[in-house]
């Protein structure tokens, strides 16, 4: 099941503070946000709470091909999760591609 943010939180939530609702839910974060990985804040807040994030690098996408992207990703993100069990950042690409970046 997806979640949408704006269904849980303002949409001027600090990302430290849906992070940690996150963690506690134990949610799956997919994002187009990739200045989230550069936050030092942010890092902290989504080890703390073992949130596991998957970013979209491509811009300006169409929410249809966003949604392709993530599809396509979907047997490598499952791959990724079942590998990883603490929270960490992985970059999706447009093509589908995977990579763990922290």
């Given amino acids: 099941m997806v979640q949408i943010h704006k269904e849980h939180f303002p ?14 839910r134990r949610w799956i974060v997919l994002t187009k946000d990739k ?5 030092e ?3 902290a807040a989504l080890r703390d ?14 929410a249809v091909d966003m949604a392709e992207a993530f599809i396509r990703a ?4 499952k791959r990724l999760l079942e590998k ?8 999706v690409t447009r093509a589908g591609n995977v ?3 922290s």
């Fill in 84 to 91: 990883m069990r603490g929270g960490f950042i992985a970059k």
């Fill in 99 to 101: 990579e763990l970046v």
């Fill in 74 to 77: 979907l047997p490598r993100m």
């Fill in 49 to 62: 709470a073992s949130v596991r994030v998957f970013i979209l690098t491509a811009g300006n996408l169409r």
């Fill in 35 to 39: 200045m989230l990985r550069h936050r």
């Fill in 11 to 24: 949409p001027d939530a600090p990302d430290v503070e849906w992070l940690r609702a996150v963690g506690r």
């Fill in 41 to 43: 804040t942010e890092i």
